[in-house]
């Protein structure tokens, strides 16, 4: 089959139907997909462990000369009376010629930590007191490199294929968490974090996306709240291996939690193509090999589904008739024929009236002066060679050659509507999951088992959320309670 039939719509829906929804091929897939999510939960919550901040405290004075640079200019000839020592600061308290005064300076002879300068990458280079703001920066950094990267990588994935694209920002992220073990001060740190939290983003979200496109419809919610489960399986499990290696250095840890990324390596020999994808772009022959693969694994027989391969895709032109209950992909496919049928009937109108405007006049009165009843082609008469079914082909032919953009998200409401309240749900529910999970440190307690816990609560509650997702009033409700907790959560921690 050539590439150009590629450009005919296919049902994709249909074929996963007869292929089955939940054969040994999808589970495979889905499995091999899922932990690109489990490797992602470990690349961006790592710093609950290998940026703790542990209990500190001002490091003693050795002698007057280290308190003298920071006293005022008109101290002078003093006795060192008292000095007491704070988190970032210390009070000196100094005799002058019989008047005693008391002074707030920094730690001048630095800071010690309850744990050793190697628990951390906070310990080893000091990133507190003035420098805290250092630290914080390092996770902002990775939520930048995250908006960036899914912003442009996600753009490649839509070109070049969502395997490609995920298998390697995968390797490209373990090469910056790798690299993070080895740096020698705090900016190239800082630069590897962003360069993990940019390649991580895109590599979780294609392959999400890869999974969701080869599932059945029916299955699509479950595949979904597998996702999130392997997510919160990640941390609980990054969340042991921590708490075992607790005592080792930060670097370790790190190389350790790099050590999973192996799995990338060998993913390009497992992991196939998204199946809508090849058919989308015109990989025909691409999306038949795997599907052969696939009927071998599911117990299929393949001749059945390629005569649904070489079939075109339903071209409904209203809303009215949509399946309530299908996804929103199935939305925009028919906003996208509808659009597309319309742009290329206006475009064969135009092209036929321009070709046809000089030759009119005689046609015309050619088919007046040979009696003939044979009517216009525009009437849809015998002589027209655009028939009802030809009429239809060529909508069918061009709809998955469309080009796209992300002003296609604000140009039907029936897609920017779910767009705009999912998003506003996403970012805030992001926020407070980011600020309690990497808050969970500060907590009384085990921090290691608090981490784990809070994780471990994601996974029935996200189960409760597989029942609510046709349930949109109660769903906000949920929504609106889970926020208030979040808040109490929030003024916890923060106390």
Not at 71 to 86: A, C, G, K, M, R
Not at 165 to 185: H, I, K, R
Request: one cysteine or more.
């Amino acid at each position: 089959m050539s590439h150009s039939d590629g450009k005919k719509g296919v049902d994709l829906d249909s074929i996963l139907e007869h292929l089955g929804g939940r054969g040994r091929y999808q589970v495979t897939q889905l499995m091999l997909n899922i932990f690109f999510v489990f490797l992602g939960a470990i690349a961006i919550m790592d710093i609950v462990f290998t940026g703790y901040q542990p209990d500190h405290q001002c490091s003693q004075v050795d002698n007057t000369t280290q308190v003298e640079a920071y006293l005022p200019d008109d101290v002078t000839d003093f006795t060192l009376h008292d000095i007491q020592y704070h988190q970032c600061s210390i009070d000196v308290t100094v005799n002058t010629s019989g008047i005693s005064s008391t002074h707030s300076l920094p730690c001048v002879a630095g800071v010690n930590f309850s744990m050793p300068s190697h628990t951390s990458f906070v310990t080893e280079w000091s990133l507190v007191c003035d420098k805290a703001g250092l630290a914080k920066l390092t996770q902002t950094g990775v939520f930048g490199g995250q908006l960036v990267g899914n912003a442009m990588l996600g753009i490649l994935a839509d070109r070049y294929g969502r395997k490609k694209v995920s298998v390697t920002c995968a390797l490209l992220t373990m090469v910056s968490v790798f690299t993070m073990a080895f740096v020698p001060n705090y900016y190239f740190f800082l630069v590897c974090k962003i360069c993990a939290g940019f390649f991580e983003m895109a590599m979780v979200r294609s392959s999400y996306t890869m999974f969701m496109e080869l599932i059945d419809r029916k299955w699509r919610s479950i595949g979904s709240v597998m996702s999130n489960t392997m997510w919160a399986g990640g941390c609980v499990f990054m969340a042991i291996v921590a708490y075992c290696l607790q005592g080792v250095s930060w670097r370790y840890l790190s190389l350790t939690f790099c050590s999973l990324y192996v799995f990338s390596l060998l993913s390009p020999w497992f992991l196939d193509e998204s199946l809508r994808w090849l058919l989308a772009t015109g990989h025909i022959e691409e999306a038949e090999r795997i599907l052969k693969k696939a009927c071998r694994m599911n117990g299929k027989d393949f001749e059945n589904i390629k005569t649904l391969l070489k079939g075109p895709v339903s071209t409904r032109n209203n809303f009215d008739d949509c399946d309530q209950t299908d996804s929103s992909h199935t939305i925009v496919e028919q906003i996208t024929i509808s659009s597309v049928i319309k742009k290329d009937q206006h475009k064969e109108e135009t092209t036929e009236d321009m070709l046809n405007d000089e030759k009119t006049d005689d046609i015309s009165a050619e088919r007046r002066g040979s009696g003939s009843d044979q009517r216009d082609p525009e009437e849809g008469g015998p002589g027209n060679d655009s028939d009802e079914g030809s009429s239809q082909l060529m909508p069918e032919t061009e709809v998955f050659s469309a080009k796209y953009t992300v002003l296609d998200l604000f140009r039907h409401r029936v897609v920017l509507v779910p767009f705009i309240v999912v998003t506003f749900v996403w970012v805030t529910s992001g926020l407070y999951y980011y600020s309690v999970m990497l808050g969970s440190a500060k907590l009384s307690g085990n921090r290691f088992l608090n981490f784990a816990l809070l994780n471990l609560q994601d996974i029935p509650s996200t189960l409760v959320a597989l029942f609510l997702m046709q349930r949109s009033r109660v769903l906000c409700v949920v929504q609106m309670a889970g926020q208030a907790c979040l808040t109490d959560k929030m003024s916890i921690i923060s106390r």
